[in-house]
């Protein structure tokens, strides 16, 4: 197979994952944040303490989190059927996809938001805050940078999901990879698309880190980045914290 | 200005019960600098909390500003629209400052007034002049991180000043930082307390704060207030345990066979020599066991320890003498000697 023969495969397959990935990363954005945020409420001690909606919701994250995603996405069968019409290539696949990450999301949006000290919390609500303002000016601020690095996790989990929803025909990386690498020997094509797999994973990665570096105002980061300062205005870089007032 | 009335606060956890407050009774005056002090564990956060009923009281009342919050919050455990709007009206500062992280300072000071709905040019120039004056104008773009903790606190106090509250809470706002920061952090709530007539709760466990800063304070122990008061009438109780905290002195007697007394003088008299002159009118030898001069609430405090040779009644005019100096003397009890050894006194 030569370069030329592969070019319109990788573009259309690369195309094609980060469509699926995408659209799937929305879903579980729209889905899993606010579905991670009510488990935080409704815990015990939490705003909303709900037992029952935290108990419930709990369980359905648990359940999305525990099957494999293989089998997720053939049980799911039906109900992309329903939701999309057909079974059958990217659009397909992001039902599974977004079933399978919006709990997985979720989980680490909880862990986020648990993170951010009660003190805030205490704060805003001695200015006479209500509990959704309490979510909107504190804990999701104060949980972003780590929410963003949840997003990547997720991200490139998604991306791997998606090559094995390539498996049962949604195309994209994984799809080339088996119908040529796999199973017509073709050893080239499948270098090459791990090869764009691992960047793509990288730059996903890279991107997601510079992001949640960037929200981050919380003391020495700046000096834990040394990269980031090329990144930063100089500066930024040399306010030192001032002595004492 | 503040007041509660048979506050009670029970936490109960898997079947066990805690008393954290046990019945308080607390009147803080317009205008004045009430300190609570107690050791930790005494309910002292808990109380404060109750005030703007962060933490919901099991019984009693806390009224504020002649509003009974209490009778707001009604039944429910979510703060609803007009508990919110009396919490605006009280500012708080917190031990740990809980400023956002993600917010520069100016925003930070800008949030409460967010939350009451002015708009964003309106915020900025408010924020700016309590920033002004808490005097960190020129670190409105800096974020927390960046700022030591007495700016951090600064910025705190500016941001609980936001909705023009005439009450401030202040949790331990100064027990994370050094002994110079705390300072000029009391020092700030002192001059807010006198330039905006600003009520100031204040809990520590520092008697220092209540020396420099409190009009009046209280004692908290076991949930309770055990005692209470404006400065000046606690130093005169002489033996109150807040006087002995407040001014510790010490002192063991030689021997059996003398009169130790406890002397305290106010302003004026702290400059006058009447020891010596008591020693050369009487000719008696004074023997000083411990003394202390300081100042509490603005004002120059001496206490002394003394003993006299003799029982009580011969000496009887001496005592006079003293009293007629316009100094206060009390017969120490026995054992009070005793009751003030060195290590109680440096908590």
């Not at chain 2, 005056?29 to 050791?39: A, D, K, N, S, T």
């Not at chain 2, 000046?232 to 063991?252: D, I, K, M, Q, Y």
Request: with cysteine; glycine share 12%.
């Amino acid at each position: 197979m030569t370069w030329a023969e592969m070019q319109p495969l990788l573009t259309q397959a690369v195309w094609d994952t980060l469509y699926m990935v995408g659209l799937a990363t929305l879903v579980s954005v729209a889905g899993g944040l606010p579905l991670g945020i009510l488990l935080v409420l409704t815990d015990r001690g939490g705003l909303l303490r709900n037992a029952f909606v935290n108990k419930v919701v709990g369980a359905v994250v648990n359940v999305g989190r525990s099957l494999p995603f293989l089998i997720l996405m053939v049980a799911l069968i039906p109900f992309t059927r329903l939701v999309v019409g057909t079974t059958i290539g990217a659009e397909a696949a992001v039902v599974p996809l977004a079933v399978g990450a919006v709990p997985f999301f979720a989980r680490l949006v909880e862990t986020a938001v648990r993170e951010v000290d009660h003190g805030l919390v205490e704060a805003v609500q001695a200015m006479g805050g209500s509990t959704w303002t309490v979510v909107r000016k504190a804990l999701l601020p104060e949980s972003l940078p780590s929410v963003v690095s949840g997003l990547t996790t997720t991200v490139v989990t998604l991306v791997g999901y998606s090559a094995m929803a390539g498996a049962i025909g949604a195309g994209g990386l994984g799809d080339l990879a088996i119908r040529y690498g796999y199973q017509r020997f073709e050893t080239g094509l499948m270098l090459v698309t791990v090869a764009v797999l691992i960047v793509l994973v990288t730059l996903i990665q890279l991107a997601g880190d510079l992001a949640a570096r960037s929200l981050s105002h919380r003391g020495r980061s700046e000096s834990a980045a040394p990269r980031l300062r090329l990144l930063r205005a100089p500066a930024r870089a040399e306010a030192e914290p001032a002595k004492a007032s | 200005m503040i007041t509660t009335t048979g506050l009670k606060k029970v936490y109960r956890s898997r079947g066990r019960e805690v008393v954290a407050l046990d019945g308080v009774d607390l009147h803080v005056r317009e205008g004045e600098v009430y300190g609570v002090v107690g050791r930790s564990g005494a309910g002292k956060s808990t109380l404060i909390r109750c005030v703007n009923l962060l933490e919901r009281p099991t019984s009693g009342t806390v009224t504020v500003a002649g509003q009974d919050l209490t009778a707001l919050a009604g039944g429910s455990r979510r703060a609803g629209a007009e508990l919110r709007a009396a919490r605006s009206r009280i500012g708080m500062v917190f031990q740990h400052f809980n400023l956002l992280s993600s917010r520069t300072v100016q925003d930070n000071v800008e949030l409460p007034l967010e939350i009451l709905g002015l708009s964003g040019a309106a915020r900025s120039r408010k924020a700016l002049d309590l920033l002004d004056l808490v005097g960190l104008a020129d670190r409105a773009r800096a974020y927390p991180a960046q700022l030591s903790g007495g700016q951090k606190q600064r910025v705190g106090i500016a941001r609980a000043l936001a909705g023009d509250p005439k009450v401030l809470l202040s949790d331990e706002a100064t027990s994370a930082l050094d002994p110079e920061t705390t300072r000029s952090v009391l020092q700030l709530l002192r001059d807010l307390n006198r330039q905006l007539g600003l009520t100031v709760l204040l809990i520590t466990h520092e008697m220092e704060v209540v020396k420099q800063i409190c009009d009046s304070a209280a004692l908290m122990k076991g949930g309770r207030i055990v005692e209470s008061g404006t400065v000046p009438e606690l130093l005169a109780a002489p033996g109150g345990e807040l006087a002995r905290e407040l001014f510790p002195v010490g002192g063991v007697p030689s021997g059996p066979g003398g009169t130790v007394i406890d002397v305290t003088f106010h302003d004026d008299s702290t400059g006058q020599p009447v020891i010596s002159q008591l020693a050369r009118t009487y000719n008696i030898d004074v023997s000083i066991l411990g003394a202390a001069v300081e100042t509490v609430g603005g004002r120059r405090v001496g206490r002394m320890r003394v003993e006299l040779p003799g029982t009580f009644e011969e000496n009887v005019v001496p005592v006079g003498f003293l009293r007629e100096q316009g100094l206060q003397v009390e017969v120490a009890p026995a054992g009070a000697a005793q009751a003030a050894t060195p290590e109680e006194n440096s908590k």
